[in-house]
């Protein structure tokens, strides 16, 4: 029986295989679509992303196909400078299109061995306790321990699952492509400055070769957003606000997005799990939602495997939902209040100038980055010392970096003390015993997402850490 079924290869789906096969797992991916999408929807990853990269040994890979840029201005497009001591040592957003995020996970995915069905669309799925049936448009049927539904905002798994989706509908589409200008960069930049200043999703952002990312309201909301605009249905929506489409053509693709907000009520139902956007959906404001699907999948991964090999402890996979559903309302809540902020309206535009106001305290500032980038989620494991739950930044050791240390995906003790052990467990857990100028206390257990699950120097305290997270000592 195959251990995983991961429905959908899109960000989520592969960061999942590829922590799947990190440790050996059988994973199928499987994609209706025959090739991958040409369309380019996220432009980028934030820190933690980024860290989690490094945290895989996938860091090189981004960064040779990225760009970096400056941090600040996400929060509702709100230009201020990047807080000074951003707690990371990935201060920047690493700008890459979706479709090369894709393809280089696609790719780390199938190096550690997962397997990659295109063109098989899921239909149909039922489960019992010891695994799940997915029928595919084909007829085939397939029959895993587990099943993950990372099939996107319209997700079938979660329909089928009888999921509550509940949230607000979309209220409006925006429709966008990737077109040629014949219009000068001077003259274009001049109009779309004078639009911008009473219509903020209207905008042609500069790809090189006289090609542009077009955008601009839709009139209405689309029946079947899974239908692209024509071109012409672009440049009249474009020439509605700007009187002109800047000579706009051979366009490399025409897509169209609604801003819908809806988050699944459950994220585990028996043997079958939702992931990204099958789990969460919301308008792209501030740039959160493949690196959240990509953070869902880190967190979701280690717990799976752990499942399949059999030594989790009692309710490690049911945290996978206690741990992110929150943070995935936290993101629904931030974008809503983003969306406000960029309102016309008199009331929301004084909240703005106000909350721009606030962000000159760069506490304030820092409070919103790290909400945005993901580096200030904290995951609630009890009382405790001040890191429990946070996730511990790549820090230096005599060695080398933590990070460098973690690409295997399992869990880590950085011992200080040396006097400390994790027998028992080594095959779950790597003890390294280092010093770091970096960090304070004597010594911290990390899970294989890089969560601090313990802190302190007392053996007896550790073991029952490691038990809570990491099962019942191997004999
Ligand atoms: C205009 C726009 C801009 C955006 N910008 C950003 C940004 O800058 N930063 C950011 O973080 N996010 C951004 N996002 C959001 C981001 O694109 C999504 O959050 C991300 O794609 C979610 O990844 P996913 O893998 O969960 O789902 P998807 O990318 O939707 O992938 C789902 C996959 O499942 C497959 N599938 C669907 N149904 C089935 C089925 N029944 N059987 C098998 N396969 C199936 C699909 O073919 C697809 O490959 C943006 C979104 C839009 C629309």
């Known amino acids: 029986m195959i251990a995983v079924i991961v429905a959908g290869g899109g960000p989520t789906g592969m960061m999942l295989a ?3 096969r990190l440790h050996g797992v059988h994973a199928l991916v499987l994609d209706k679509e025959a090739e991958p999408t040409s369309i380019v929807r996220g432009l980028g990853l934030h820190a933690r992303s980024i860290e989690v990269m490094d945290q895989r040994g996938l860091l090189g890979r981004f960064l040779a196909l990225g760009k970096q840029y400056p941090i600040g201005g996400f929060f509702a497009g709100i230009r201020k400078p990047a807080p000074a001591r951003l707690n990371t040592a990935h201060p920047y957003v690493l700008g890459i299109p979706q479709t090369l995020t894709e393809r280089l996970l696609t790719e780390h995915a199938a190096e550690l061995g997962a397997e990659i069905r295109r063109g098989c669309e ?7 306790e010891h695994g799940v049936i997915v029928e595919l448009a084909d007829g085939t049927r397939l029959r895993s321990r587990y099943l993950v539904g990372c099939d996107g905002g319209r997700s079938t798994v979660r329909n089928l699952l009888g999921v509550d989706f509940p949230g607000e509908p979309n209220r409006v589409d925006t429709l966008l492509g990737e077109v040629k200008l014949t219009a000068s960069p001077e003259s274009l930049n001049a109009v779309i400055a004078e639009v911008r200043k009473t219509e903020k999703r209207f905008g042609a952002v500069p790809l090189g070769d006289g090609v542009y990312r077009l955008g601009a309201p839709a009139d209405g909301v689309a029946k079947d957003r899974t239908i692209p605009p024509t071109l012409e249905e672009l440049k009249q ?6 009187g002109t489409d800047f000579g706009a053509h051979s366009p490399r693709w025409l897509t169209r997005f609604g801003d819908a907000t809806r988050l699944a009520e459950r994220y585990r139902v028996g043997r079958v799990l939702l992931a990204g956007d099958a789990a969460h959906i919301h308008p792209p404001t501030g740039g959160q939602g493949l690196n959240l699907g990509i953070q869902d999948a880190f967190n979701l991964g280690w717990k799976l495997v752990a499942e399949v090999d059999g030594w989790a402890p009692d309710g490690l996979l049911d945290s996978y939902h206690n741990e992110r559903h929150p943070v995935a309302a936290d993101v629904l809540d931030n974008t809503r209040a983003q969306m406000e902020l960029l309102s016309l309206e008199s009331g929301p535009q004084a909240v703005r100038k106000l909350v721009s ?4 305290f760069e506490d304030v500032n820092r409070y919103l980055i790290e909400k945005i980038t993901a580096i200030g989620i904290h995951y609630d ?3 405790g010392h001040e890191l429990l739950g946070m996730r511990l930044r790549d820090v230096g050791l005599k060695r080398g970096r933590l990070y460098e240390l ?3 995906g399992r869990g880590l003790l950085l011992d200080q003390t040396g006097r400390l052990s994790v027998a028992g467990w080594a095959d779950r857990v790597d003890q390294v015993v280092d010093v770091s100028e970096e960090l304070d206390p004597p010594a911290v257990l990390l899970r294989p997402d890089g969560h601090v699950a313990w802190v302190g120097e007392d053996q007896t305290d550790l073991l029952s850490q490691l038990v809570r997270w990491f099962g019942a000592p191997a004999n």
Request: glycine letters at 16%; zero cysteines.
């Open 18 to 20: 590829g922590e799947l």
């Open 122 to 128: 899921l239909v149909g799925l039922s489960q019992d």
């Open 237 to 242: 929506q474009v020439r509605k606000l700007a």
């Open 357 to 360: 106001e606030l962000m000159d």
């Open 381 to 383: 494991f009890g009382e």
């Open 406 to 408: 973690m690409h295997g």
